[in-house]
């Protein structure tokens, strides 16, 4: 049961241009969503991320949009950067039964950018 | 300033062996998680341990998977008798509050080979 889901494995943008990461959820009690970039052989590092009361929130090149009615939600890029290539995960947050919190992370989409 | 720290990077073991990975929180932080990334998936929450106890293991297999964060030292995930599905890359995170911080640093990662 994939709560969250990333339906783009890759995406490959021309270096310069804007790059859209898109992520959808299922459950509607999910308090937080968070944009993590991975690199190969590397952890996890937290990107940016927006509670579920708001509907967007912007990081210099990174912004974060949140459409809760849709259950739906994107990173913007831009401009897009060549260091900008990796995957990225979306995850959303529950507070679990026992008082802490827990992440869900999609599948992940490859970012390629294009020089 | 050292990050979230994992040993080893690379575990092989031949099925029905234990594997016993390890995490040292970054400076400061007595909460840890543990999640795993099969092939193709995103990362799955196993288990949130603090300092000897542990909070959620609600995303544990059943059998044969033990996590625990001593005093002192750092966290073990320990897995038994290992099966060929067992192989993944497994991951740690640590924050300084499982309630309060949203942001979690994840260590480098270890991958876990069975043969």
């Known amino acids: 049961d994939q709560q969250v889901k990333q339906n783009s494995p890759s995406l490959s943008v021309q270096e310069g241009r804007i790059s859209i990461l898109n992520c959808d959820y299922t459950?509607?009690?999910?308090?937080?969503f968070l944009w993590y970039k991975k690199y190969p052989a590397e952890g996890p590092t937290f990107l940016i991320s927006i509670s579920s009361i708001k509907d967007k929130n912007e990081d210099g090149r990174f912004t974060v949009f949140l459409n809760k009615s849709a259950k739906h939600l994107s990173l913007h890029i831009v401009p897009s950067q060549p260091g900008d290539s990796a995957v990225y995960f979306c995850?959303?947050?529950?507070?679990?039964?026992?008082?802490?919190?827990?992440?869900?992370f999609g599948t992940g989409t490859r970012l390629t950018i294009i020089p | 300033n050292a990050g979230v720290m994992q040993n080893p990077r690379h575990l092989v073991r031949r099925r029905g062996q234990e594997a016993r990975l390890r995490c040292s929180p970054m400076k400061g932080h007595s909460h840890v998680y543990w999640y795993r990334q099969l092939p193709e998936e995103g990362l799955k929450f196993m288990v949130y341990?603090?300092?000897?106890?542990?909070?959620?293991e609600s995303g544990m297999p059943k059998e044969r998977f033990s996590a625990e964060f001593p005093k002192e030292g750092p966290s073990i995930l320990r897995i038994q008798q290992v099966v060929r599905g067992d192989s993944a890359a497994y991951f740690c995170?640590?924050?300084?509050?499982?309630?309060?911080?949203?942001?979690?640093?994840f260590g480098p990662g270890t991958r876990l080979t069975v043969t």
């Open positions: 995170a640590s924050s300084r509050s499982g309630l309060a911080s949203y942001e979690q640093y």
């Open positions: 341990l603090q300092k000897e106890n542990i909070i959620d």
């Open positions: 995850a959303a947050n529950l507070r679990s039964n026992f008082g802490n919190e827990k992440l869900t």
């Open positions: 459950n509607s009690m999910f308090d937080y």
